[in-house]
């Protein structure tokens, strides 16, 4: 009778495909780290409409938001060693392109990717906050930094919670496609642990519970976050002391 259907195999896959989990997370915190840092300055720039930084910002995030991921990382891959080559030919350094970790090529992608996202996250929440709290902290002598930081950030990011955790999320699962970039993470070495096995649906099976579990345990922290900040809000009065 034909085995076309093992499920042991499934069981047997996750633990192998969970080793390269840490490489998986490792994309995820860092990209979402440097796209919520590059995230932030633009949503800024657009906030305060500087002139020509504006613009630049809305071309970036524009682009970056109309492109597919997969496509931007072939042009990371093949364009940051050319870019390297340029650098090296024009100033005279030895930048080593050959051995540079693929990885490098995979995070500056998805932070690149990730931050056009953010930053209209954090726009929209920013410019969600009622103007006249910031006028009202401003009446009882706070400085406007102060007002910033206490008053519109903490309003603007139990806003932005919800947005910027399925932006995680996506951004988890994006990083299947690291894969292409010679990155070896999850999607890479149940590929791998298939070609030994042949058994390319299993592997495959099992790769998508692990995705599925981290997609729901993730959820949880996000929604346990936002309840934390709702009920860590502190009146106007007692900030001002």
Same mark, same amino acid.
């Given at each position: 009778?034909?085995?076309?259907?093992?499920?042991?195999?499934?069981?047997?896959?996750?633990?192998?495909?969970?080793?390269?989990?840490?490489?998986?997370?490792?994309?995820? !915190?860092?990209? @979402?780290?440097? %796209?919520?840092?590059? +995230?932030?300055?633009? #949503?800024?720039?657009? =906030?305060?409409?500087?002139?020509?930084?504006?613009?630049?910002?809305?071309?970036?995030?524009?682009?970056?938001?109309?492109?597919?991921?997969?496509?931007?990382?072939?042009?990371?891959?093949?364009?940051?060693?050319?870019?390297?080559?340029?650098?090296?030919?024009?100033?005279?350094?030895?930048?080593?392109?050959?051995?540079?970790?693929?990885?490098?090529?995979?995070?500056?992608?998805?932070?690149?990717?990730?931050?056009?996202?953010?930053?209209?996250? !954090?726009?929209? @929440?920013?410019? %969600?906050?009622?103007? +006249?709290?910031?006028? #009202?902290?401003?009446? =009882?002598?706070?400085?406007?930094?102060?007002?910033?930081?206490?008053?519109?950030?903490?309003?603007?990011?139990?806003?932005?919670?919800?947005?910027?955790?399925?932006?995680?999320?996506?951004?988890?699962?994006?990083?299947?496609?690291?894969?292409?970039?010679?990155?070896?993470?999850?999607?890479?070495?149940?590929?791998?642990?298939?070609?030994?096995?042949?058994?390319?649906?299993?592997?495959?099976?099992?790769?998508?519970?692990?995705?599925?579990?981290?997609?729901?345990?993730?959820?949880?922290?996000?929604?346990?976050?936002?309840?934390?900040?709702?009920?860590?809000?502190?009146?106007?009065?007692?900030?001002?002391?």
């Amino acid at each position: 009778m034909l085995n076309l259907f093992d499920v042991s195999t499934i069981f047997e896959g996750i633990p192998e495909i969970l080793k390269y989990l840490p490489i998986s997370m490792e994309i995820v !915190i860092i990209s @979402a780290f440097f %796209s919520l840092l590059l +995230g932030f300055g633009l #949503a800024l720039v657009k =906030i305060h409409n500087i002139p020509v930084l504006r613009m630049m910002a809305s071309i970036y995030v524009s682009y970056m938001r109309g492109t597919p991921l997969l496509v931007q990382l072939y042009i990371s891959y093949y364009g940051i060693p050319i870019l390297l080559e340029y650098v090296n030919y024009h100033f005279d350094t030895d930048y080593s392109i050959s051995t540079m970790p693929k990885i490098i090529i995979v995070l500056i992608a998805f932070s690149l990717n990730e931050s056009a996202y953010a930053s209209e996250t !954090i726009r929209a @929440a920013i410019q %969600s906050v009622d103007k +006249g709290q910031i006028e #009202a902290a401003l009446s =009882i002598g706070m400085s406007y930094p102060k007002a910033f930081i206490h008053i519109v950030m903490p309003e603007a990011l139990i806003v932005a919670i919800p947005s910027l955790g399925n932006s995680f999320i996506s951004l988890l699962k994006g990083t299947s496609l690291a894969f292409v970039c010679a990155v070896v993470e999850m999607t890479a070495a149940s590929k791998l642990i298939a070609s030994r096995n042949l058994r390319h649906f299993e592997m495959y099976i099992a790769l998508s519970i692990i995705y599925w579990v981290l997609t729901f345990v993730f959820s949880k922290i996000f929604i346990y976050l936002e309840k934390r900040l709702k009920r860590s809000e502190r009146p106007l009065e007692e900030i001002a002391a």
